[in-house]
Protein backbone atom coordinates (compact mmCIF):
# COMPACT_ATOMS: atom_id res chain seq x y z
CA UNK A 1 0.00 0.00 0.00
CA UNK A 2 1.74 3.27 -1.03
CA UNK A 3 2.08 5.98 2.20
CA UNK A 4 2.29 9.45 0.98
CA UNK A 5 1.20 11.74 3.60
CA UNK A 6 -1.53 13.91 2.89
CA UNK A 7 -1.14 17.71 4.33
CA UNK A 8 -2.98 17.64 7.36
CA UNK A 9 -6.06 20.54 7.03
CA UNK A 10 -5.62 23.26 9.97
CA UNK A 11 -8.16 26.08 8.53
CA UNK A 12 -10.93 26.80 10.70
CA UNK A 13 -14.52 25.96 9.58
CA UNK A 14 -16.79 29.87 9.70
CA UNK A 15 -19.03 28.17 12.07
CA UNK A 16 -16.57 27.63 15.18
CA UNK A 17 -17.35 30.49 17.31
CA UNK A 18 -14.31 32.11 17.80
CA UNK A 19 -14.69 31.86 21.54
CA UNK A 20 -13.79 28.04 21.31
CA UNK A 21 -10.81 28.37 19.45
CA UNK A 22 -8.12 27.29 21.54
CA UNK A 23 -4.35 25.58 21.07
CA UNK A 24 -4.20 23.85 24.36
CA UNK A 25 -1.12 21.78 23.07
CA UNK A 26 -2.56 18.26 23.38
CA UNK A 27 0.04 15.82 22.98
CA UNK A 28 2.82 18.79 22.43
CA UNK A 29 2.72 21.77 24.37
CA UNK A 30 5.10 22.27 27.32
CA UNK A 31 2.29 22.08 30.35
CA UNK A 32 1.45 18.54 28.75
CA UNK A 33 4.89 17.43 28.04
CA UNK A 34 5.84 18.35 31.69
CA UNK A 35 3.24 16.20 33.56
CA UNK A 36 0.81 15.02 30.89
CA UNK A 37 -1.67 13.29 33.87
CA UNK A 38 -1.79 16.48 35.78
CA UNK A 39 -2.56 18.47 32.43
CA UNK A 40 -5.69 16.55 31.62
CA UNK A 41 -7.19 16.38 34.85
CA UNK A 42 -6.79 20.42 34.63
CA UNK A 43 -8.52 20.04 31.29
CA UNK A 44 -11.58 19.62 33.07
CA UNK A 45 -11.70 22.99 34.94
CA UNK A 46 -9.10 25.60 32.05
CA UNK A 47 -11.49 24.51 28.73
CA UNK A 48 -14.64 24.57 28.28
CA UNK A 49 -16.64 20.67 27.64
CA UNK A 50 -16.55 21.27 24.09
CA UNK A 51 -14.23 23.48 22.02
CA UNK A 52 -11.93 23.80 19.02
CA UNK A 53 -8.43 22.86 19.03
CA UNK A 54 -6.09 24.22 16.44
CA UNK A 55 -2.36 22.23 16.09
CA UNK A 56 -0.21 22.00 12.95
CA UNK A 57 0.84 18.80 14.03
CA UNK A 58 -2.49 16.60 14.48
CA UNK A 59 -4.94 18.64 13.02
CA UNK A 60 -8.06 20.88 13.89
CA UNK A 61 -10.85 19.13 15.35
CA UNK A 62 -13.52 19.78 18.19
CA UNK A 63 -12.83 18.05 21.61
CA UNK A 64 -14.95 16.97 24.26
CA UNK A 65 -13.77 16.83 27.93
CA UNK A 66 -16.81 15.51 29.74
CA UNK A 67 -17.67 11.56 30.83
CA UNK A 68 -20.61 11.67 29.80
CA UNK A 69 -20.21 13.55 26.18
CA UNK A 70 -17.48 10.89 25.57
CA UNK A 71 -19.82 7.85 26.45
CA UNK A 72 -22.25 9.67 24.04
CA UNK A 73 -19.89 9.71 21.22
CA UNK A 74 -18.60 6.36 21.43
CA UNK A 75 -22.06 4.83 21.75
CA UNK A 76 -23.54 6.86 18.18
CA UNK A 77 -21.53 5.72 15.66
CA UNK A 78 -24.12 6.66 13.49
CA UNK A 79 -23.56 10.08 14.03
CA UNK A 80 -19.33 10.01 15.21
CA UNK A 81 -18.18 7.64 12.79
CA UNK A 82 -14.70 6.24 12.87
CA UNK A 83 -14.84 6.32 9.18
CA UNK A 84 -11.27 7.66 7.82
CA UNK A 85 -10.37 8.68 11.85
CA UNK A 86 -6.99 7.18 11.92
CA UNK A 87 -4.48 9.55 11.85
CA UNK A 88 -1.65 7.91 10.18
CA UNK A 89 -0.75 9.09 6.56
CA UNK A 90 -2.22 6.83 3.90
CA UNK A 91 -2.36 7.85 0.45
CA UNK A 92 -5.86 9.12 -0.83
CA UNK A 93 -4.97 6.95 -4.41
CA UNK A 94 -4.04 3.92 -2.45
CA UNK A 95 -6.87 4.03 0.41
CA UNK A 96 -7.18 0.86 2.89
CA UNK A 97 -9.58 1.40 6.18
CA UNK A 98 -7.87 0.33 9.50
CA UNK A 99 -10.15 -2.86 10.64
CA UNK A 100 -12.40 -3.02 12.98
CA UNK A 101 -11.59 0.23 13.88
CA UNK A 102 -12.74 2.51 10.82
CA UNK A 103 -15.73 0.57 10.04
CA UNK A 104 -19.62 1.16 11.06
CA UNK A 105 -21.85 -1.09 12.51
CA UNK A 106 -23.17 -3.44 11.28
CA UNK A 107 -20.31 -4.28 8.77
CA UNK A 108 -18.31 -3.96 11.82
CA UNK A 109 -19.82 -6.91 13.34
CA UNK A 110 -18.48 -9.05 10.95
CA UNK A 111 -14.51 -8.07 11.51
CA UNK A 112 -14.87 -8.06 15.18
CA UNK A 113 -17.07 -11.51 14.97
CA UNK A 114 -13.38 -13.07 13.73
CA UNK A 115 -11.07 -12.15 16.10
CA UNK A 116 -13.20 -11.50 19.20
CA UNK A 117 -13.03 -15.43 20.15
CA UNK A 118 -9.51 -14.97 20.45
CA UNK A 119 -9.54 -11.60 22.39
CA UNK A 120 -12.32 -12.57 24.85
CA UNK A 121 -12.16 -12.97 28.81
CA UNK A 122 -11.93 -16.55 28.20
CA UNK A 123 -8.98 -16.84 25.46
CA UNK A 124 -6.91 -14.48 27.19
CA UNK A 125 -7.47 -16.17 30.39
CA UNK A 126 -5.27 -18.84 28.79
CA UNK A 127 -2.66 -16.80 28.43
CA UNK A 128 -1.72 -15.96 32.39
CA UNK A 129 0.98 -18.57 33.08
CA UNK A 130 2.86 -17.78 29.70
CA UNK A 131 2.48 -13.78 30.29
CA UNK A 132 3.86 -14.58 34.33
CA UNK A 133 6.69 -16.52 32.89
CA UNK A 134 7.69 -13.99 30.20
CA UNK A 135 7.57 -11.12 32.81
CA UNK A 136 9.73 -13.48 35.34
CA UNK A 137 12.58 -13.86 32.72
CA UNK A 138 12.74 -10.59 32.07
CA UNK A 139 12.73 -9.46 35.85
CA UNK A 140 15.81 -12.31 35.41
CA UNK A 141 17.89 -10.26 33.62
CA UNK A 142 18.76 -7.34 35.43
CA UNK A 143 17.07 -8.28 39.10
CA UNK A 144 20.68 -8.57 39.99
CA UNK A 145 21.80 -5.57 38.34
CA UNK A 146 19.89 -3.35 40.68
CA UNK A 147 18.51 -1.10 38.09
CA UNK A 148 17.06 -1.33 35.09
CA UNK A 149 15.96 1.22 32.43
CA UNK A 150 12.27 0.10 32.96
CA UNK A 151 10.67 1.23 29.43
CA UNK A 152 13.81 -1.04 27.25
CA UNK A 153 14.10 -3.79 30.00
CA UNK A 154 10.45 -4.31 30.98
CA UNK A 155 7.75 -2.20 29.66
CA UNK A 156 8.62 -2.30 26.00
CA UNK A 157 9.74 -5.85 25.56
CA UNK A 158 6.69 -7.55 27.42
CA UNK A 159 3.38 -6.41 25.08
CA UNK A 160 5.65 -6.66 22.04
CA UNK A 161 6.70 -9.98 23.09
CA UNK A 162 3.06 -11.49 24.00
CA UNK A 163 2.17 -9.61 21.03
CA UNK A 164 4.16 -11.28 18.22
CA UNK A 165 3.03 -14.70 20.19
CA UNK A 166 -0.87 -13.63 19.81
CA UNK A 167 -0.27 -12.97 15.85
CA UNK A 168 2.21 -16.00 15.03
CA UNK A 169 5.35 -13.81 14.85
CA UNK A 170 8.52 -15.22 15.38
CA UNK A 171 10.03 -13.24 18.69
CA UNK A 172 12.95 -12.62 17.18
CA UNK A 173 11.54 -9.46 15.47
CA UNK A 174 11.45 -7.86 18.64
CA UNK A 175 13.62 -5.18 18.39
CA UNK A 176 12.92 -4.99 14.72
CA UNK A 177 9.16 -4.50 16.06
CA UNK A 178 10.17 -1.69 18.85
CA UNK A 179 11.99 0.73 16.28
CA UNK A 180 9.38 0.17 13.92
CA UNK A 181 6.97 1.10 16.43
CA UNK A 182 8.68 4.04 18.13
CA UNK A 183 9.37 5.42 14.41
CA UNK A 184 5.94 4.72 13.74
CA UNK A 185 4.20 6.38 16.96
CA UNK A 186 6.51 8.58 18.52
CA UNK A 187 8.08 10.60 15.81
CA UNK A 188 7.17 14.57 15.32
CA UNK A 189 8.29 13.88 11.76
CA UNK A 190 5.59 12.42 9.44
CA UNK A 191 8.63 11.51 7.42
CA UNK A 192 9.94 8.97 9.31
CA UNK A 193 6.56 8.01 10.78
CA UNK A 194 6.05 7.51 6.89
CA UNK A 195 9.31 5.39 6.28
CA UNK A 196 8.23 3.29 9.30
CA UNK A 197 4.99 2.75 8.04
CA UNK A 198 6.80 1.64 4.50
CA UNK A 199 8.76 -1.09 6.25
CA UNK A 200 5.68 -2.63 8.64
CA UNK A 201 3.51 -2.77 5.14
CA UNK A 202 6.70 -4.15 3.44
CA UNK A 203 7.19 -7.01 6.34
CA UNK A 204 3.54 -7.34 7.20
CA UNK A 205 2.85 -8.15 3.44
CA UNK A 206 5.33 -11.08 3.38
CA UNK A 207 4.08 -12.27 6.79
CA UNK A 208 0.47 -12.65 4.53
CA UNK A 209 1.87 -14.22 1.85
CA UNK A 210 3.37 -16.75 4.47
CA UNK A 211 0.39 -17.14 6.66
CA UNK A 212 -1.58 -18.06 3.68
CA UNK A 213 0.92 -20.92 2.15
CA UNK A 214 1.22 -22.19 5.50
CA UNK A 215 -2.12 -21.34 8.57
CA UNK A 216 -1.48 -21.58 12.12
CA UNK A 217 -3.47 -20.69 14.91
CA UNK A 218 -2.20 -17.33 15.46
CA UNK A 219 -3.80 -14.29 14.67
CA UNK A 220 -2.91 -13.25 11.01
CA UNK A 221 -3.59 -16.65 10.07
CA UNK A 222 -6.74 -16.44 11.48
CA UNK A 223 -7.64 -13.38 9.43
CA UNK A 224 -6.03 -14.70 6.12
CA UNK A 225 -7.98 -17.84 6.19
CA UNK A 226 -11.56 -17.12 7.65
CA UNK A 227 -14.36 -17.05 5.40
CA UNK A 228 -16.90 -14.88 6.88
CA UNK A 229 -19.85 -15.41 4.08
CA UNK A 230 -17.83 -17.67 2.19
CA UNK A 231 -15.65 -15.33 0.80
CA UNK A 232 -12.22 -14.80 2.22
CA UNK A 233 -11.05 -11.18 2.89
CA UNK A 234 -9.73 -9.16 0.17
CA UNK A 235 -5.74 -8.61 0.37
CA UNK A 236 -6.41 -4.65 1.23
CA UNK A 237 -8.56 -6.03 4.21
CA UNK A 238 -6.30 -8.00 5.54
CA UNK A 239 -3.35 -6.01 5.71
CA UNK A 240 -5.99 -3.39 7.20
CA UNK A 241 -7.17 -5.64 9.81
CA UNK A 242 -3.58 -6.68 10.85
CA UNK A 243 -1.90 -3.09 10.63
CA UNK A 244 -4.37 -1.90 12.62
CA UNK A 245 -3.72 -4.45 15.66
CA UNK A 246 0.00 -3.92 15.21
CA UNK A 247 -0.51 -0.40 15.84
CA UNK A 248 -3.46 -0.61 18.52
CA UNK A 249 -1.45 -3.64 20.36
CA UNK A 250 2.05 -2.70 20.61
CA UNK A 251 1.95 0.92 22.11
CA UNK A 252 -0.72 1.14 24.42
CA UNK A 253 -0.13 -1.39 26.98
CA UNK A 254 3.80 -0.11 27.09
CA UNK A 255 2.92 3.22 27.62
CA UNK A 256 0.66 2.40 30.31
CA UNK A 257 3.02 0.07 32.15
CA UNK A 258 5.54 2.68 32.05
CA UNK A 259 3.13 5.43 33.72
CA UNK A 260 2.14 2.97 36.51
CA UNK A 261 6.16 2.26 37.16
CA UNK A 262 6.49 5.38 37.28
CA UNK A 263 3.82 6.43 39.98
CA UNK A 264 4.65 2.97 42.08
CA UNK A 265 8.54 4.61 42.10
CA UNK A 266 7.21 7.52 43.38
CA UNK A 267 4.99 6.36 45.88
CA UNK A 268 5.80 3.70 48.33
CA UNK A 269 3.15 3.78 50.72
CA UNK A 270 0.83 3.03 47.67
CA UNK A 271 2.82 0.65 46.52
CA UNK A 272 2.78 -1.08 49.92
CA UNK A 273 -1.03 -1.08 49.51
CA UNK A 274 -0.93 -3.17 46.49
CA UNK A 275 1.60 -5.55 48.33
CA UNK A 276 -0.18 -5.99 50.88
CA UNK A 277 -3.84 -6.66 49.16
CA UNK A 278 -3.05 -9.21 46.68
CA UNK A 279 -6.77 -10.19 46.09
CA UNK A 280 -7.65 -6.67 45.10
CA UNK A 281 -4.86 -6.45 42.43
CA UNK A 282 -7.65 -5.92 39.77
CA UNK A 283 -8.96 -3.59 41.38
CA UNK A 284 -5.66 -1.74 41.72
CA UNK A 285 -4.72 -1.91 38.37
CA UNK A 286 -8.63 -0.32 37.25
CA UNK A 287 -8.35 2.55 39.14
CA UNK A 288 -4.54 3.03 37.72
CA UNK A 289 -6.00 2.25 34.38
CA UNK A 290 -8.45 4.94 34.84
CA UNK A 291 -5.73 7.71 35.70
CA UNK A 292 -3.20 6.84 33.33
CA UNK A 293 -4.75 5.98 30.21
CA UNK A 294 -3.02 6.67 27.33
CA UNK A 295 -5.12 7.16 24.26
CA UNK A 296 -7.88 9.63 22.17
CA UNK A 297 -11.04 8.89 20.38
CA UNK A 298 -11.60 10.50 17.23
CA UNK A 299 -14.57 10.80 15.31
CA UNK A 300 -16.05 12.17 12.21
CA UNK A 301 -19.77 13.67 12.32
CA UNK A 302 -21.76 12.30 9.53
CA UNK A 303 -24.60 15.13 10.27
CA UNK A 304 -25.26 18.41 12.29
CA UNK A 305 -24.73 17.78 16.29
CA UNK A 306 -25.33 20.23 19.25
CA UNK A 307 -23.47 19.56 22.17
CA UNK A 308 -23.53 22.28 25.20
CA UNK A 309 -25.23 24.48 23.11
CA UNK A 310 -22.40 24.83 20.53
CA UNK A 311 -23.13 23.79 17.18
CA UNK A 312 -20.74 21.50 14.67
CA UNK A 313 -21.23 20.57 11.38
CA UNK A 314 -21.54 17.28 9.30
CA UNK A 315 -17.88 16.39 8.73
CA UNK A 316 -16.05 18.18 11.60
CA UNK A 317 -13.44 15.73 12.82
CA UNK A 318 -14.33 15.67 16.70
CA UNK A 319 -11.78 14.07 19.19
CA UNK A 320 -13.22 12.87 22.76
CA UNK A 321 -10.09 13.25 25.32
CA UNK A 322 -10.30 10.09 26.84
CA UNK A 323 -7.64 10.71 29.72
CA UNK A 324 -9.25 13.88 30.83
CA UNK A 325 -13.09 12.29 30.69
CA UNK A 326 -11.68 9.76 32.99
CA UNK A 327 -10.96 12.89 35.37
CA UNK A 328 -14.62 14.16 35.05
CA UNK A 329 -15.79 14.71 38.98
CA UNK A 330 -19.18 14.31 37.76
CA UNK A 331 -18.11 11.02 37.09
CA UNK A 332 -15.11 10.17 39.40
CA UNK A 333 -15.79 12.22 42.78
CA UNK A 334 -12.80 13.40 43.68
CA UNK A 335 -11.11 12.31 40.28
CA UNK A 336 -7.56 12.84 41.16
CA UNK A 337 -7.25 10.89 44.17
CA UNK A 338 -6.00 7.14 43.00
CA UNK A 339 -8.82 5.28 45.00
CA UNK A 340 -8.72 1.08 44.36
CA UNK A 341 -11.86 1.00 46.53
CA UNK A 342 -13.90 3.48 44.33
CA UNK A 343 -17.14 2.01 43.36
CA UNK A 344 -16.68 0.43 40.18
CA UNK A 345 -18.36 2.12 37.09
CA UNK A 346 -16.78 1.19 33.22
CA UNK A 347 -13.84 4.18 32.65
CA UNK A 348 -12.77 5.33 29.37
CA UNK A 349 -9.27 3.76 28.89
CA UNK A 350 -10.40 1.26 26.26
CA UNK A 351 -12.99 3.76 25.44
CA UNK A 352 -16.76 2.05 24.65
CA UNK A 353 -19.73 1.78 22.60
CA UNK A 354 -18.78 -1.27 19.29
CA UNK A 355 -15.28 0.15 19.03
CA UNK A 356 -14.33 -0.61 22.64
CA UNK A 357 -10.87 -2.05 22.84
CA UNK A 358 -10.86 -5.47 21.57
CA UNK A 359 -7.83 -6.08 23.26
CA UNK A 360 -8.99 -4.48 26.92
CA UNK A 361 -9.00 -8.01 28.57
CA UNK A 362 -5.36 -8.64 27.51
CA UNK A 363 -3.90 -5.45 28.41
CA UNK A 364 -5.56 -6.05 32.01
CA UNK A 365 -4.01 -9.08 32.08
CA UNK A 366 -0.45 -7.76 31.34
CA UNK A 367 -0.92 -5.45 33.68
CA UNK A 368 -1.87 -7.12 36.45
CA UNK A 369 0.72 -9.71 35.73
CA UNK A 370 3.33 -6.82 35.58
CA UNK A 371 2.78 -5.08 38.80
CA UNK A 372 1.93 -8.32 40.65
CA UNK A 373 5.39 -10.04 39.67
CA UNK A 374 7.30 -6.94 40.03
CA UNK A 375 6.42 -6.42 43.08
CA UNK A 376 6.54 -9.20 43.82
CA UNK A 377 9.99 -9.66 42.92
CA UNK A 378 11.24 -6.23 43.08
CA UNK A 379 8.97 -4.71 46.28
CA UNK A 380 11.11 -1.82 46.93
CA UNK A 381 12.60 0.63 44.06
CA UNK A 382 12.69 4.06 43.62
CA UNK A 383 13.92 6.09 40.49
CA UNK A 384 17.75 6.74 39.74
CA UNK A 385 19.11 9.39 41.50
CA UNK A 386 19.13 13.16 39.13
CA UNK A 387 16.97 10.87 36.79
CA UNK A 388 14.41 13.55 34.52
CA UNK A 389 11.61 12.24 33.25
CA UNK A 390 10.61 13.20 29.72
CA UNK A 391 6.94 12.31 28.08
CA UNK A 392 6.48 11.71 24.43
CA UNK A 393 4.88 13.84 22.45
CA UNK A 394 2.04 12.48 20.48
CA UNK A 395 -1.07 10.66 20.78
CA UNK A 396 0.46 7.74 23.63
CA UNK A 397 0.63 9.24 26.59
CA UNK A 398 3.94 7.69 28.75
CA UNK A 399 7.40 8.71 29.41
CA UNK A 400 10.59 8.62 27.21
CA UNK A 401 12.63 6.51 29.65
CA UNK A 402 12.18 5.26 33.19
CA UNK A 403 15.63 4.49 34.98
CA UNK A 404 14.98 2.62 37.85
CA UNK A 405 17.09 1.30 41.08
CA UNK A 406 16.54 -0.94 44.26
CA UNK B 1 -40.32 0.27 35.81
CA UNK B 2 -39.99 -2.71 37.38
CA UNK B 3 -38.01 -3.63 40.97
CA UNK B 4 -34.57 -6.12 40.15
CA UNK B 5 -33.03 -8.30 42.15
CA UNK B 6 -29.62 -8.48 41.55
CA UNK B 7 -27.34 -10.42 43.48
CA UNK B 8 -23.80 -10.81 43.55
CA UNK B 9 -21.26 -13.73 43.49
CA UNK B 10 -20.57 -13.34 47.36
CA UNK B 11 -24.28 -12.75 48.14
CA UNK B 12 -25.07 -9.30 48.24
CA UNK B 13 -28.39 -8.29 47.14
CA UNK B 14 -29.38 -4.94 45.35
CA UNK B 15 -33.37 -4.35 44.94
CA UNK B 16 -33.64 -1.61 42.66
CA UNK B 17 -35.78 0.15 40.11
CA UNK B 18 -35.03 0.19 37.03
CA UNK B 19 -37.28 2.76 34.57
CA UNK B 20 -38.24 0.67 30.99
CA UNK B 21 -36.28 0.76 27.96
CA UNK B 22 -33.21 0.96 30.23
CA UNK B 23 -30.46 -2.31 29.87
CA UNK B 24 -30.23 -4.41 33.05
CA UNK B 25 -26.53 -3.33 32.30
CA UNK B 26 -27.38 0.06 32.77
CA UNK B 27 -29.74 -0.80 35.44
CA UNK B 28 -27.04 -1.76 37.54
CA UNK B 29 -23.69 0.49 36.80
CA UNK B 30 -26.03 3.51 37.37
CA UNK B 31 -26.93 2.03 40.88
CA UNK B 32 -23.76 1.23 41.86
CA UNK B 33 -24.08 -2.56 41.49
CA UNK B 34 -20.82 -3.97 41.25
CA UNK B 35 -20.14 -7.03 38.99
CA UNK B 36 -21.07 -6.15 35.97
CA UNK B 37 -18.60 -4.01 34.23
CA UNK B 38 -20.61 -3.23 30.54
CA UNK B 39 -17.44 -1.49 29.02
CA UNK B 40 -18.57 -1.46 25.61
CA UNK B 41 -21.53 0.32 27.03
CA UNK B 42 -24.35 -2.10 25.20
CA UNK B 43 -22.68 -2.55 21.65
CA UNK B 44 -22.03 -6.83 21.94
CA UNK B 45 -18.11 -5.91 21.99
CA UNK B 46 -16.86 -7.06 25.36
CA UNK B 47 -18.95 -9.42 27.19
CA UNK B 48 -18.29 -8.09 30.48
CA UNK B 49 -22.24 -7.89 31.59
CA UNK B 50 -22.73 -11.29 32.03
CA UNK B 51 -25.12 -13.07 34.22
CA UNK B 52 -27.58 -15.83 35.75
CA UNK B 53 -31.27 -14.71 34.77
CA UNK B 54 -33.40 -17.13 37.54
CA UNK B 55 -34.45 -20.22 36.19
CA UNK B 56 -38.19 -18.76 36.75
CA UNK B 57 -37.16 -16.17 34.71
CA UNK B 58 -35.34 -17.36 31.79
CA UNK B 59 -38.33 -18.21 29.24
CA UNK B 60 -40.23 -14.92 30.17
CA UNK B 61 -37.34 -13.11 28.62
CA UNK B 62 -36.64 -12.62 24.29
CA UNK B 63 -34.05 -15.33 23.56
CA UNK B 64 -30.82 -14.34 22.38
CA UNK B 65 -29.55 -13.21 19.22
CA UNK B 66 -27.29 -14.40 17.24
CA UNK B 67 -24.51 -12.31 18.05
CA UNK B 68 -25.38 -12.41 21.52
CA UNK B 69 -25.33 -16.05 21.33
CA UNK B 70 -21.19 -15.40 20.04
CA UNK B 71 -20.64 -13.22 22.58
CA UNK B 72 -21.93 -15.15 25.96
CA UNK B 73 -19.35 -18.45 24.09
CA UNK B 74 -16.54 -15.71 25.05
CA UNK B 75 -17.40 -14.87 28.91
CA UNK B 76 -14.78 -15.36 31.34
CA UNK B 77 -16.88 -16.87 34.10
CA UNK B 78 -19.04 -20.33 33.57
CA UNK B 79 -21.76 -20.35 31.39
CA UNK B 80 -24.97 -21.88 32.23
CA UNK B 81 -28.52 -22.19 30.76
CA UNK B 82 -29.47 -18.69 32.14
CA UNK B 83 -26.37 -16.84 30.78
CA UNK B 84 -27.29 -13.66 29.26
CA UNK B 85 -25.47 -10.46 28.30
CA UNK B 86 -27.67 -8.09 30.85
CA UNK B 87 -26.86 -5.11 28.00
CA UNK B 88 -29.81 -7.44 25.65
CA UNK B 89 -32.42 -7.17 28.08
CA UNK B 90 -34.29 -3.96 28.35
CA UNK B 91 -36.56 -3.34 31.30
CA UNK B 92 -40.45 -3.32 30.93
CA UNK B 93 -43.10 -3.81 33.41
CA UNK B 94 -43.47 -7.22 32.63
CA UNK B 95 -40.21 -8.03 34.06
CA UNK B 96 -41.12 -6.83 37.83
CA UNK B 97 -40.07 -9.07 39.92
CA UNK B 98 -36.61 -10.04 38.19
CA UNK B 99 -33.64 -12.03 39.59
CA UNK B 100 -30.45 -11.96 38.52
CA UNK B 101 -27.03 -13.62 39.95
CA UNK B 102 -23.58 -11.83 39.05
CA UNK B 103 -20.49 -14.11 38.04
CA UNK B 104 -17.30 -13.65 40.39
CA UNK B 105 -15.37 -12.44 37.54
CA UNK B 106 -16.25 -10.59 33.70
CA UNK B 107 -12.86 -10.52 32.94
Redesign the interface.
Given at each position: MSVTPPPIKTEIPAHVPPELVRAIGLTEGPEFLAAPHAFMASLQHTQPPVFFNTSDNIGNAWMLTGYDDAYFVLRHPEIFTTRGSVGFPRSPDDWFDFIPLEIDPPQHRRYRGIVDPLFSPKAIAKLEASIRALANELIDAFIDRRECEFTRDFGRPLPVSVFLGLMGLPQDMRDTFVDWAVGLLHSQSREVAGNSMRSIAAYLKDVIADKTRHPDDGVISTIVHTRPDGEPLSDKEVFGFVFFLFIGGLDTVFATLNNVFLWLAENPRRRQEIIDRPDHLAAATEELLRVFSVTFAGRLLTQDHELHGVQMKKGDKLTCILPAANYDPAAFEHPQTIDFDRPRKPMLAFAGGVHSCMGAHLARLEMRVCIGEFLRRIPDFRLQDGCRIEYYPGGVVGPKALPLCW | MAAVTYIEHNGKQHQVEVNDGISLMDGA?SN?V?GI????????????CHCYVDDAWIERLTPPSD?EK??L????AERRPGSRLSCQIPVEPGLDGLVVRLPA???
Open positions: - | IMRIGECGGGLACATTEMESVATQF
